[in-house]
């Protein structure tokens, strides 16, 4: 009997080699999109699997070797997909032509994950609909009114470094920033004092290193094959993760509609939608109130969750790498410094205006978010059969677009010299001689990041504290080059963390 069972698995899967190889491998070549002929069904990915290369890379080695075409294919897991390299059709694809590719593609369920049932993830009227609700929390108003918890989180960063700085001490950045980050989080989504700073073995960072802990094929297949996921029933988000954050938001908007508090807080507009269907400031724009769908408990966690997931790693991670380049460029760190001083001698403070005013401490920024960003490529599902305007390719409903962020960062024709850390790229001047959709740190178009200007505003603040009273240099256990790890998915992670020496100023 097993011999027949093998026997009959080894003539399915040589069936369904022939049939890939043969029927759906061809696809790219019929359809002229490419030469490229892969030799097997997950050829394109093999490395990405066996852990020799991260998923940024794999599409960063894809990008330079055929830029030149454009547009070609390339197959993940057995699916045709589409590998943009012009900057002209990335910006067809992201805002051009935005309705039919306003999907991801990644998994999103709420019966096998509901925490998977975020702005990020989710699809078609019902992203729209609540997209266009949260919005108007994440203006620079709003923003603003978040400013003080950013203030006194930076305060308390910089306050529990001052022992460290004495000694001068090694520290592992990226846990620092993770701890900041949660605080800043935790208290906006889900208006709780985590105290991740201050407490070393603290269970919010245990539980969000759970979220972006260990990768493992389940995140790739999130991105890649998000049907395989439903069809077993696995959840993106580890089920004791999904009832702790579950539970926690449960908890706190009990606590604040029996106790009737009321603050200007993301928690807030999430309880608004729960109770009435609209944010206040809405109601004058509605109309027909009778229409107006309420968010369900668990799709409320899920949007808190969905900013959690947006504004803790990625923020933090973003930090650690500038905080890295300026100590390795004392130059750049002394300028970022000479312009914090004298914000602070005409403002008095690190202001919500004086954070506001530090350009060339922005172009910095910006210049990290080039060579390492967050996410190393961007994903659209196409909705509609189309043709794509200024080419001769037809692309088929379903089909998903990937757009190498990693490989279009780090291109020397549009970057030249793209692995040297060069704020001046981002000056006026430089940045009108790029095509505009050549950066795109958090995407472009109605799909690009809400949070942008929350995640500068903390990056910004959080970093600034700690330039006016200490100084960052490397240390023998700084890898330099830094060398991603090969393990990491969704966010480009720097293999063994990154360590700093810091010390007084």
Request: charged share 25%; glycine share 4%.
């Amino acid at each position: 009997m097993l011999s027949k069972l093998i026997g009959t698995l080894v003539t399915v899967f040589y069936v369904l080699y022939i049939l890939y190889k043969y029927v759906c491998f061809n696809l790219w070549t019929k359809e002229e999109i490419s030469d490229k002929k892969p030799v097997a069904p997950i050829n394109d990915l093999i490395s990405l699997l066996k852990g020799n290369l991260s998923i940024g890379e794999v599409f960063q080695n894809a990008y330079l070797k055929y830029k030149a075409c454009r547009i070609f294919g390339m197959y993940a897991f057995f699916k045709p997909t589409l590998i943009i390299t012009n900057p002209h059709i990335m910006q067809t694809v992201l805002s051009t032509k935005f309705k039919c590719f306003q999907d991801r593609g990644v998994f999103c369920d709420e019966k096998v994950d509901p925490m998977s049932t975020h702005l990020f993830s989710m699809s078609g009227q019902k992203w729209r609909n609540l997209r266009s609700k949260l919005t108007p929390y994440f203006t620079l108003g709003k923003i603003k009114q978040s400013f003080m918890i950013i203030k006194e989180s930076s305060e308390e960063l910089q306050k529990n470094l001052e022992g460290k700085a004495q000694k001068k001490d090694c520290i592992d950045i990226k846990d620092m920033f993770e701890r900041y980050t949660m605080d800043i989080i935790m208290a906006t989504a889900f208006g709780i004092q985590s105290n991740c700073i201050k407490q070393q073995n603290n269970k919010f960072k245990y539980w969000g290193k759970q979220v972006f802990g260990e990768e493992s094929i389940w995140k790739t297949l999130f991105m890649f094959t998000p049907n395989v996921m439903k069809f077993f029933s696995i959840p993106f988000t580890d089920r004791k993760t999904s009832k702790f954050f579950m539970e926690l938001f449960q908890e706190n908007v009990n606590y604040r509609q029996n106790n009737n508090i009321i603050r200007k807080d993301f928690m807030n507009v999430l309880i608004q939608l729960m109770e009435k269907g609209f944010v206040n400031n809405e109601k004058d724009v509605i109309g027909d109130l009778s229409d107006v769908n309420k968010l369900t408990i668990a799709e409320a966690a899920a949007q808190a969750f969905g900013f959690f997931l947006a504004g803790y790693e990625t923020s933090a991670t973003t930090a650690s790498y500038c905080l890295y380049e300026l100590a390795c460029n004392s130059d750049i760190q002394n300028k970022v410094r000479t312009e914090i001083d004298e914000l602070l001698e005409k403002h008095g403070e690190i202001s919500y205006e004086a954070a506001n005013e530090m350009i060339y401490f922005q172009n910095v920024i910006n210049e990290t978010l080039r060579k390492y960003p967050p996410l190393s490529i961007l994903f659209r599902k196409c909705t509609r059969d189309m043709d794509l305007s200024d080419t001769d390719i037809h692309i088929s409903k379903e089909t998903i677009v990937i757009i190498p962020v990693l490989g279009l960062h780090r291109d020397p024709t549009i970057y030249p010299d793209p692995d040297k850390f060069d704020p001046e790229r981002f000056t006026e001047a430089n940045k009108a001689t790029r095509h505009s959709y050549a950066y795109l740190p958090f995407g472009e178009g109605p799909r690009m990041c809400m949070g942008m200007k929350f995640a500068f505003l903390q990056i910004k603040v959080g970093l600034a504290k700690l330039l006016l009273k200490y100084k960052f240099k490397p240390h023998p256990k700084t890898s330099i080059p830094l060398t991603l790890d090969k393990k990491s998915v969704l966010i480009v992670t720097a293999k063994g963390g990154i360590h700093l020496t810091i010390e007084q100023r």
